[in-house]
C-alpha cells in the first residue's frame, strides 16, 4: 500500500481570549475547513508571564488556535491577523506540515 501524503501549512495563533472571535471570523472567510481552539493558554512573552486565575478577565487571558490550510489561506489569514495586533499582544506561527487525506484540509 502506498502512502500519499501533501504538503499543507499549520497556523498556531496565540490571542488574548476577547479577540478570539474576530480571528476565527478572519479564518472562517479566508477558507479555513477547520481550526482547534485551547482556551486559557498559559506562557510567558514580551508582555509578562500569562497564568489562568479563577479571578483574570478575558482581556488578559490567551487562548490558541490551531488550523492547517492551503499556504494561499495562510497567506490571507496572517495578512489579516496582523490588524488585531496592531493593538493587542499575539503571536502566530507557521510551519510546513504533510497531511494524510487532503480533502479534509480543503473546500
Same mark, same amino acid.
Given at each position: 500500500?502506498?502512502?500519499?501524503?501533501?504538503?499543507?501549512?499549520?497556523?498556531?495563533?496565540i490571542i488574548?481570549?476577547?479577540q478570539?472571535?474576530?480571528?476565527?471570523?478572519?479564518l472562517?472567510?479566508a477558507?479555513?475547513?477547520?481550526?482547534?481552539? %485551547?482556551? /486559557? $493558554?498559559d506562557g510567558?512573552?514580551t508582555h509578562?508571564?500569562?497564568? +489562568?486565575s479563577?479571578?483574570? &478577565?478575558?482581556?488578559i487571558?490567551?487562548a490558541? %488556535?490551531i /488550523? $492547517?490550510?492551503?499556504e494561499?489561506t495562510?497567506?490571507?489569514i496572517? +495578512?489579516g491577523?496582523q490588524? &488585531?495586533?496592531?493593538?493587542?499582544?499575539?503571536?502566530?506561527?507557521?510551519?510546513?506540515?504533510?497531511?494524510l487525506?487532503?480533502?479534509?484540509f +480543503?473546500?
Amino acid at each position: 500500500m502506498t502512502v500519499s501524503f501533501f504538503p499543507m501549512k499549520k497556523i498556531e495563533i496565540i490571542i488574548e481570549r476577547f479577540q478570539l472571535k474576530k480571528a476565527i471570523k478572519l479564518l472562517d472567510s479566508a477558507g479555513a475547513v477547520g481550526y482547534t481552539v %485551547i482556551n /486559557s $493558554v498559559d506562557g510567558k512573552g514580551t508582555h509578562g508571564l500569562r497564568e +489562568e486565575s479563577v479571578t483574570m &478577565l478575558d482581556v488578559i487571558q490567551n487562548a490558541m %488556535i490551531i /488550523s $492547517v490550510v492551503k499556504e494561499e489561506t495562510a497567506l490571507e489569514i496572517i +495578512e489579516g491577523i496582523q490588524d &488585531l495586533f496592531e493593538t493587542y499582544s499575539g503571536v502566530v506561527y507557521v510551519s510546513d506540515v504533510q497531511v494524510l487525506r487532503r480533502e479534509h484540509f +480543503e473546500k
